[in-house]
Structures are given as structure tokens and as C-alpha cells.
């Protein structure tokens, strides 16, 4: 067996692009299979940075294969500025594939993205506005259009016009908005991209995964965004619209659960939220303030500043049970390093009732209160420590504390951004 899924924990953002990017240094594949370019996922290295959309946190060895798989949404545009300038940046790219079963978001997609969240009656998502929720709507309902679908032109077209009608109705007389697309220019434009991407498309992405399988290769799923935001396992309807949980992996790239053989749980030290929706941990002002300005917390994608609270210990258990978890990776443990006092929350209060596992149901987390624990913080700057050992007791105390909650190992330390910054267990 040789497939590691990498998930994130909490609600997005807790640093899997630097993960993804340290552990496919040993990897033969590294495959994204869901979400699109709502996702940002950043790699520092020396001293560049660099902000990953759509292409695989991989790309930066040209050993390793990069999958985008049928599991993703794709923005043909933002794929290839995102190639230019990793080609201009000195990367070949030829190890980036493109599967044919991944879905095309089209500009009434990002529209309808817009005109929903402006008139949303139970109030905005706050999405990231990429056309992401609307692009899986046409998936599941079999309107969408395929990168495989551009290979044959008469099939496109009609697939193309046949939602340029239905769209452009909803957009105008339920929406009210004043839109209007032109066929043959959409046909030329998406047509003029996929000649562009044309050298990336492989086949399916299951071909291309179980190929490497049944070699032995060492292949990791890149999820995006995070557990808390999965559309079955995240506080619905306040989440993206695919399942970022590691079983999403085996139907976003195409490969049997057995080939699992770890799934490594990105946590952040401590928990972020950006766009609407409940986060039972949040600390308006003060702690979360603080927590936002050293730990640079504003949105990879949107440049939004981003939501900051302590630790939840209730969300680490629900992340682990759905997810099977097998290991942990824990990401800006530096940004805690000022704190006298560090909370954890270990449960959830509720009109006097104790609750240990998170209600997915809004209603019912609604009134949640989270129980904390104080753990004393450890003064100290951990940035330049390379290994376990040299950690402060209070560190690693607090290291047992996560583990504890999640039972799971840890097994990854991140104290900072560059590639370096790294505590292996
Ligand atoms: P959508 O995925 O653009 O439809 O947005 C739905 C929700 O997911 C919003 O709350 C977004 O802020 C959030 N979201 C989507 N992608 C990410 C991500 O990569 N990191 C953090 N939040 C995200």
C-alpha cells in the first residue's frame, strides 16, 4: 500500500500547502482531488513565496507527478496565469497532468456564485466567489462540461449553449441581474484555453492513479479546504460543495479506500474561519487580534482577514472520525510562542448538558459554549528549532494535549513558513 491523504482539520487554511510540499519530496505522485481555485495553498521556499490554486503542491519536484483530479473544479484561466508563473518562476511543468473528467467553471458559474450570495434569504456564505458551489450544482445535476468535453468541438458547443440559455434565464428573471453571453465568443475563448492546456490532459485520473498503485509509486492526496467545510461533514450550509475528507480522495482521483495507508490531519495550533457560518472557539478582538497579526491570518485567496480562536478540541474528534486520522501534523506552533496562557477547548456546554461530539446540525450547535482548559505557554521563540527534543516542556505538553484529543500521533512540527521550519517526530 502506499497512498497518504493529507486532510485539514478545522474550516481551511491550516497550512497543508507547506505539508504537501515537505512530504512530496518522498513521493512519486502527488494527485488535488477536490475543490478548485477557492483553495490557496502556500509554499515558501528560501525566499520566495509562492500561492498554489489549482496545481498540486508537488509541482516544485520535477520528479514527481501532479495530478489534477476528476474530483476538481477548474478555472481554465487561473490555471494557466498559475502555470505562467511557475514556468517564469523556473519550473518546466512537465510533470503536470490534467484529468479529462474534471469539471470546467464557466463565467455564469463565478455570475450565479455572485447573484446567489447577494440574495441569499438565510444570509451569504461568504464564498469565495470562484463559481465553485454553482460548477458542482451542473456536475451533480449532469449539466456540466469536462476538460474531455473540448476534445469534441460539436459536443461542447451544445453542452455550452444549452446552459448559456438556462443560466442566462435564472440570471435575468429570477436573479434580476443584466447578463449577457455571447456563444461564439465563449466557445472561441474556452476553446483558445483548452489549446493551451491541451499537452497537460491525460486521460481519467483513476487510469493514471491506479497505474502508479499497482507499481508501488508513493502517491499523496492534496485535499483542500478542510473537514469543517465538507459539504456532509461541516457546518452546512456554511461550508464549499465537495467533500474534502480523506474518503473524498478515493472518488476525486479514482482508486479503492483499501490503498489508504495514512491519513495525516493538518491542525493548526490553534483555529481560523473565513466567511460566515458558526465557530464555537471564536475570540473577537484581544487574543484573536493577536492571534491574527503574528500568525499573517488573512486569506491565501481573498485577501479576507480571517476569523481566530483557541483551539477545539471537539472539532479535532469530529475531524478524526471522519477522516481516520493516523497521524497529525501541527502547523504555526510558533504563533503561540507570546502566550502566558494558552485555552483549549475540550467540549462543548450547552443548557447545563456537556457535548463531546460536534453538532453538525447549526440549530443545535447554536448556544454551544466551549468548556476550555488553561495550559500555561512556554515564552519562548520556537522558529529555529529543529528538533523534538529541544522543544519547551510547556510545548511539547501542549503537543500531548492535541494528540490526546485527537488520538492520534503527531508526527510533524511546523514553527514557521519556509521549507525548513520543521520538527519531524
Ligand atoms: P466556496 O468554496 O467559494 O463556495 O466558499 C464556501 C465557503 O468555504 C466560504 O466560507 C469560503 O470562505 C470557504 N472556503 C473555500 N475555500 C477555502 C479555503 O481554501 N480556505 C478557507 N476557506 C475556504
Request: charged share 25%; with cysteine; hydrophobic share 35%.
Amino acid at each position: 500500500m502506499s497512498v497518504t491523504v493529507i486532510v485539514g482539520t478545522q474550516w481551511g487554511d491550516e497550512g497543508k500547502g507547506k505539508i504537501t510540499d515537505l512530504l512530496a519530496r518522498d513521493m512519486d505522485m502527488v494527485v488535488r482531488y477536490q475543490g478548485g481555485n477557492n483553495a490557496g495553498h502556500t509554499v515558501v521556499i528560501k525566499e520566495r513565496t509562492f500561492k498554489l490554486h489549482l496545481v498540486p503542491s508537488g509541482i516544485f519536484y520535477p520528479n514527481v507527478t501532479c495530478v489534477i483530479g476528476n474530483g476538481v473544479v477548474l478555472d481554465l484561466a487561473g490555471l494557466l496565469g498559475e502555470i505562467k508563473s511557475l514556468k517564469e518562476a523556473g519550473f518546466s511543468l512537465n510533470n503536470l497532468k490534467i484529468s479529462s473528467q474534471a469539471h470546467v467553471i464557466f463565467p455564469y458559474h463565478r455570475d450565479l456564485d455572485a447573484a446567489q450570495e447577494q440574495t441569499h434569504e438565510a444570509g451569504r456564505i461568504g464564498t469565495t466567489n470562484r463559481g465553485i458551489g454553482p460548477c458542482y450544482v451542473d456536475k451533480f445535476n449532469r449539466r456540466g462540461i469536462r476538460v474531455g468535453d473540448f476534445l469534441h468541438p460539436e459536443v461542447f458547443r451544445q453542452k455550452l449553449e444549452w446552459n448559456l440559455k438556462e443560466k442566462s434565464f435564472l440570471l435575468n428573471s429570477f436573479y434580476k441581474m443584466d447578463v449577457a453571453y455571447d456563444l461564439e465568443e465563449i466557445r472561441k475563448e474556452y476553446l483558445g484555453y483548452f489549446g493551451l492546456l491541451k499537452e497537460y490532459v491525460a486521460e481519467e485520473s483513476s487510469v493514471v492513479v491506479n497505474e502508479a498503485i499497482s507499481v508501488n509509486k508513493r502517491i499523496l492526496m492534496e485535499g483542500a479546504q478542510g473537514t469543517m467545510l465538507d459539504v456532509d461533514h461541516g457546518t452546512y450550509p456554511y461550508v464549499t460543495s465537495s467533500n474534502p475528507v480523506s474518503g473524498g480522495a478515493c472518488c476525486g482521483a479514482g482508486f479503492g479506500p483499501q490503498e489508504i495507508d495514512e491519513v495525516i490531519g493538518v491542525v493548526k495550533a490553534y483555529v481560523t474561519r473565513v466567511g460566515g457560518g458558526p465557530f464555537p472557539t471564536e475570540i473577537a478582538g484581544g487574543v484573536g487580534d493577536e492571534l491574527r497579526e503574528r500568525g499573517g491570518e488573512y486569506g491565501t485567496t481573498t485577501g479576507r482577514p480571517r476569523r481566530c480562536g483557541w483551539f477545539d478540541g471537539v472539532v479535532m474528534r469530529h475531524a478524526a472520525n471522519v477522516n481516520g486520522l493516523t497521524q497529525l501534523a501541527i502547523t504555526k506552533m510558533d504563533v503561540l510562542d507570546s502566550f502566558e496562557k494558552i485555552k483549549v477547548c475540550a467540549a462543548y456546554e450547552k443548557e447545563g448538558q456537556v457535548i463531546r461530539d460536534f453538532p453538525t446540525d447549526i440549530a443545535r450547535l447554536e448556544g454551544c459554549r466551549p468548556v476550555y482548559e488553561e495550559l500555561p505557554g512556554w515564552r519562548q521563540d520556537i522558529s529555529k528549532l529543529t528538533d523534538y527534543s529541544q522543544l519547551p516542556a510547556n510545548a511539547k505538553k501542549y503537543l500531548d494535549k492535541l494528540a490526546e484529543l485527537a488520538e492520534a500521533r503527531v508526527t510533524l512540527i511546523s514553527v514557521g513558513a519556509e521549507r525548513g521550519q520543521i520538527i519531524r517526530i
